[in-house]
Each structure stands twice: as structure tokens, then as C-alpha cells.
């Protein structure tokens, strides 16, 4: 079988996914050729490298006429969604021939930027990287019609155990995050948890982080701002994880994340993790059995005291973190989904596909497909509180994520302005 995948780019967890997953395939064997077109330039060369190696090809920005004779010559064509504006943008206007399509979504679905419900209508099958994302309810009618053609395979995988660095008897534990730093993805009130933790605790947090930004800034006004240090960007993350205990992996309500590739290997390594009620996080960890759930900012720093005070209930906590995630989150587990769901769509001959009609043609109305029901005037002063599609920094599928790639469309000109 012939599977080309068609994908922004291979950034983060999408990368690291499908790396592990193709280094799975060649230990097992398969005879399945994959092949990934990327829409833009990788910046980090690390996992199409590791693609390359793994017997797959991978070709950047090809000419239109180059990528609709990749499509051809595939059994399947796998879009790897997530709401970005070259991919909207090549589905809408590359006049792809007749082919079989299989979705893999890279973002839950559950809050804005929404999966456009018209697009897995369009599929043979659709594989969502969380079990959060069935609950999507712009999905539920769809869902509900076709359960047999929508899976989970899991996208964020562990790391073989290796040896954690001890921690001195009678030492305080060691507390971290290691991600993305900035509050599309990070809660508001992180900083707030850490300062009004009853103890004296002390986190490591690992990830670039504007100095002149909000992040910075929200740290810098703690009452105790010693307790955060900041440590830059690692290129060995699974070495920084096993020097800590605890997690503090606390996002922001509605964030756009699904298989927390960070989240999973930090518990693959025996860490603690400390999670805000997200259902992304929520289909991750179980409270009080693989880490702790907390409710509000207020209940974190309530977790945070108790754990300080309690290092031998979090190394329980952490050990079985380890076992479960060495259990369900293994590259050949998710390999296996995919042998099936693209089984299925073989079944089914190769047709044309309307993405335009489903998706929209030009690039505001590909903007509004992912709103859901945010208002597309909800832009300036009046935008919704704490909605990162409107926000000034060119979040995943935001407003100036799109502008930043259409800079001269006057629709979303006009959209920025408050027109």
C-alpha cells in the first residue's frame, strides 16, 4: 500500500509522532510506502531525517502539477489536519484528482479552532490523536451516523524508562514543565498556582519564552518570583524530564492541544503530572491514579502544597503513570489503528473530493470555518475573552496566523480592523 500524506509541515508532536510511527513500521516489517508533502519549508530538519532513515520519502512544496501526480499514484491520500492556513488553502484550490482519503486531526475539535464538520464528511475514515475530540459538538451528528469511520490513535508516545537522576534523601522535590511557553497553550494563571502554594517550591520551566512577552511578564510580577526558573529551549528533553518529579503541566481552558506528547513522556519517565480539568488532560491522566486533576488554579496550588509535603503518594502516582502510559501509548498500538481505518477506505474506490464547497474558497471563509460559533466580527475590543484566534500573536489557526500568510487580502484586512 501507498500512503501519501499531506501536511503543513512536520513542527513538534505531528513530527515526533510520525517518526516513531515509521520507525515501528520498519521494526515490524510492513511493506507500506509512505510518502509526506509538506506545504512549507521544515525549520527543524530532525523528523523528516528520522522519516527518511525510516524508509519514507519527503518532498517540500512541490508545484501544483507534481503534488496532483503524488495524489494519483497513491492508494491513500492521509491529510493531516490541523487548522492551518496552507492546508486550507492546497484543499481548496489544488484540484486534486479522484483519491481515497483518510484524516488524521492534530487538534481536538473542542473549542475554537473547531475541525470543520464538512471535511470528515468528506472521508473515508477520520482518526482523532485524543478520545476528547468524539465529544467534539460540531462532530456529534456525524459521529453518531458513522461511528465505524471515526477512531483514536494516540500521537504522543513515551519514552523508553530510563534511569531517573535520584533525588537526595530528604531533598525537596523537583518541580517542571517542559512545552510550549506562551498562553495560547500555558493557563493564564499558571504563576498564580506556583506563588500561592503554601510551601516554598521551586520550578524548572524548559521551553523558549519571549523575554519581552506576557509569559515573562505574568512571572516577573509574582509575589515570589524565585520560585519559576526559567531554563530555554532543551535538545534533550527526556534528560531534563528525568531530573524532576513533578509535572506542573497546568493549560489554559479551551487550549487547541489533543495528544500532549510532552505530558505523555514526561509520564512515561515516572513524573508526577499536575493537570487542570481539561478533556484532553482528562483522557490522559486519572486522578489520585496517575496523577492529580485539579478543578481551578486555586485547587492546583492546593495540589502543589500536598505534594510537597507528601513525596512518597507522588512517586506512586508517578510509577503508575509510567506503567499505564507504557501500556496504551505505544507507536505499534496506533500503527495497528491505522492498518485498519486504511483497510476500510481501500474498500472504496477513488472519487473527487469538494473541498472547496466544504471548506470554503477563499482565506476568510476558511477562517470562519474553524469559529464554530465565535462571531467573525468578534475581532479588536469585542473579541471573546481569552479567544487565542483573535489574539496579536499568530497562534495556530488564528486571525493573524492567517494574515501572516495572505498578508495582502483585504478581507482579512478588513476582519483585523473590526470590519
Same mark, same amino acid.
Given at each position: 500500500?501507498?500512503?501519501?500524506?499531506?501536511?503543513?509541515?512536520?513542527?513538534?508532536?505531528?513530527?515526533?509522532?510520525? =517518526?516513531?510511527?515509521?520507525?515501528?513500521?520498519?521494526?515490524?516489517?510492513?511493506?507500506?510506502?509512505?510518502?509526506?508533502?509538506?506545504?512549507?519549508?521544515?525549520?527543524?530538519?530532525?523528523?523528516?531525517?528520522?522519516?527518511?532513515?525510516?524508509?519514507?520519502?519527503?518532498?517540500?512544496?512541490?508545484?501544483? +502539477?507534481?503534488?496532483?501526480?503524488?495524489?494519483?499514484?497513491?492508494?491513500?491520500?492521509?491529510?493531516?489536519?490541523?487548522?492551518?492556513?496552507?492546508?486550507?488553502?492546497?484543499?481548496?484550490?489544488?484540484?486534486?484528482?479522484?483519491?481515497?482519503?483518510?484524516?488524521?486531526?492534530?487538534?481536538?475539535?473542542?473549542?475554537?479552532?473547531?475541525?470543520?464538520?464538512?471535511?470528515?464528511?468528506?472521508?473515508?475514515?477520520?482518526?482523532?490523536?485524543?478520545?476528547?475530540?468524539?465529544?467534539?459538538?460540531?462532530?456529534?451528528?456525524?459521529?453518531?451516523?458513522? /461511528?465505524? &469511520?471515526?477512531?483514536? #490513535?494516540?500521537?504522543?508516545?513515551?519514552? &523508553?524508562?530510563?534511569?531517573? $537522576? /535520584?533525588?537526595?534523601?530528604?531533598?525537596?522535590?523537583?518541580?517542571?514543565?517542559?512545552?510550549?511557553? +506562551?498562553? #495560547?497553550?500555558?493557563?493564564?494563571?499558571?504563576? &498564580?498556582?506556583? +506563588?500561592?502554594?503554601?510551601?516554598?517550591?521551586?520550578?524548572?520551566?524548559?521551553?523558549?519564552?519571549?523575554?519581552?512577552?506576557?509569559?515573562?511578564?505574568?512571572?516577573?510580577?509574582?509575589?515570589?518570583?524565585?520560585?519559576?526558573?526559567?531554563?530555554? $529551549?532543551?535538545? +534533550?528533553?527526556? *534528560?531534563?524530564?528525568?531530573?524532576?518529579?513533578?509535572?506542573?503541566?497546568?493549560?489554559?481552558?479551551?487550549?487547541?492541544?489533543?495528544?500532549?506528547?510532552?505530558?505523555?513522556? *514526561?509520564?512515561?519517565?515516572?513524573?508526577?503530572?499536575?493537570?487542570?480539568?481539561?478533556?484532553?488532560?482528562? #483522557?490522559?491522566?486519572?486522578?489520585?491514579?496517575?496523577?492529580?486533576?485539579?478543578?481551578?488554579? #486555586?485547587?492546583?496550588?492546593?495540589?502543589?502544597?500536598?505534594?510537597?509535603?507528601?513525596?512518597?503518594?507522588? *512517586?506512586?502516582?508517578?510509577?503508575?503513570?509510567?506503567?499505564?502510559?507504557?501500556?496504551?501509548?505505544?507507536?505499534?498500538?496506533?500503527?495497528?489503528?491505522?492498518?485498519?481505518?486504511?483497510?476500510?477506505?481501500?474498500?472504496?474506490?477513488?472519487?473527487?473530493?469538494?473541498?472547496?464547497?466544504?471548506?470554503?474558497?477563499?482565506?476568510?471563509?476558511?477562517?470562519?470555518?474553524?469559529?464554530?460559533?465565535?462571531?467573525?466580527?468578534?475581532?479588536?475590543?469585542? =473579541?471573546?475573552?481569552?479567544?487565542?484566534?483573535?489574539?496579536?500573536?499568530?497562534?495556530?489557526?488564528?486571525?493573524?496566523?492567517?494574515?501572516?500568510?495572505?498578508?495582502?487580502?483585504? =478581507?482579512?484586512?478588513?476582519?483585523?480592523?473590526?470590519?
Amino acid at each position: 500500500m501507498h500512503v501519501t500524506h499531506l501536511a503543513p509541515h512536520l513542527g513538534g508532536g505531528v513530527g515526533k509522532a510520525h =517518526a516513531a510511527l515509521a520507525e515501528a513500521r520498519r521494526e515490524q516489517g510492513t511493506g507500506e510506502q509512505h510518502r509526506f508533502v509538506l506545504l512549507e519549508a521544515p525549520q527543524d530538519a530532525r523528523f523528516a531525517d528520522r522519516l527518511r532513515a525510516a524508509g519514507a520519502d519527503v518532498i517540500v512544496q512541490p508545484e501544483p +502539477d507534481e503534488l496532483r501526480g503524488l495524489v494519483a499514484a497513491a492508494d491513500i491520500l492521509q491529510v493531516e489536519w490541523w487548522s492551518h492556513p496552507r492546508l486550507y488553502e492546497c484543499l481548496a484550490r489544488a484540484d486534486l484528482p479522484p483519491h481515497r482519503l483518510v484524516l488524521w486531526t492534530h487538534g481536538s475539535g473542542l473549542a475554537p479552532p473547531l475541525i470543520p464538520a464538512a471535511l470528515p464528511e468528506l472521508a473515508d475514515g477520520t482518526a482523532f490523536t485524543s478520545a476528547c475530540s468524539l465529544q467534539a459538538p460540531n462532530l456529534q451528528r456525524l459521529i453518531g451516523a458513522r /461511528p465505524q &469511520d471515526f477512531v483514536v #490513535a494516540n500521537s504522543g508516545f513515551g519514552f &523508553d524508562m530510563m534511569p531517573r $537522576h /535520584p533525588r537526595p534523601a530528604g531533598s525537596p522535590l523537583r518541580f517542571g514543565l517542559l512545552g510550549t511557553l +506562551d498562553f #495560547a497553550k500555558l493557563h493564564p494563571r499558571f504563576f &498564580d498556582a506556583v +506563588d500561592d502554594a503554601g510551601s516554598d517550591i521551586r520550578v524548572r520551566l524548559f521551553g523558549h519564552c519571549d523575554p519581552g512577552g506576557e509569559v515573562a511578564a505574568a512571572a516577573a510580577a509574582m509575589r515570589h518570583p524565585a520560585r519559576v526558573m526559567f531554563e530555554g $529551549h532543551t535538545d +534533550d528533553p527526556a *534528560a531534563v524530564l528525568a531530573e524532576l518529579d513533578v509535572f506542573v503541566h497546568l493549560l489554559a481552558p479551551g487550549h487547541y492541544g489533543t495528544g500532549e506528547n510532552a505530558l505523555v513522556e *514526561a509520564m512515561s519517565l515516572g513524573l508526577c503530572p499536575l493537570v487542570i480539568d481539561n478533556p484532553a488532560e482528562r #483522557a490522559i491522566v486519572t486522578h489520585r491514579e496517575t496523577g492529580i486533576v485539579a478543578t481551578s488554579i #486555586a485547587e492546583a496550588a492546593g495540589w502543589l502544597d500536598w505534594m510537597a509535603g507528601h513525596p512518597g503518594a507522588v *512517586a506512586s502516582l508517578g510509577a503508575e503513570a509510567a506503567r499505564r502510559v507504557a501500556e496504551a501509548h505505544r507507536p505499534a498500538a496506533s500503527v495497528s489503528v491505522f492498518e485498519d481505518i486504511q483497510a476500510r477506505a481501500m474498500a472504496s474506490p477513488k472519487r473527487l473530493r469538494d473541498y472547496a464547497g466544504a471548506l470554503g474558497e477563499t482565506p476568510v471563509a476558511w477562517f470562519e470555518a474553524s469559529l464554530g460559533e465565535v462571531s467573525i466580527t468578534a475581532t479588536g475590543d469585542g =473579541a471573546p475573552t481569552g479567544n487565542a484566534l483573535f489574539a496579536a500573536t499568530p497562534a495556530k489557526g488564528s486571525l493573524a496566523h492567517f494574515r501572516r500568510c495572505f498578508p495582502d487580502d483585504a =478581507a482579512l484586512l478588513a476582519l483585523a480592523r473590526g470590519g
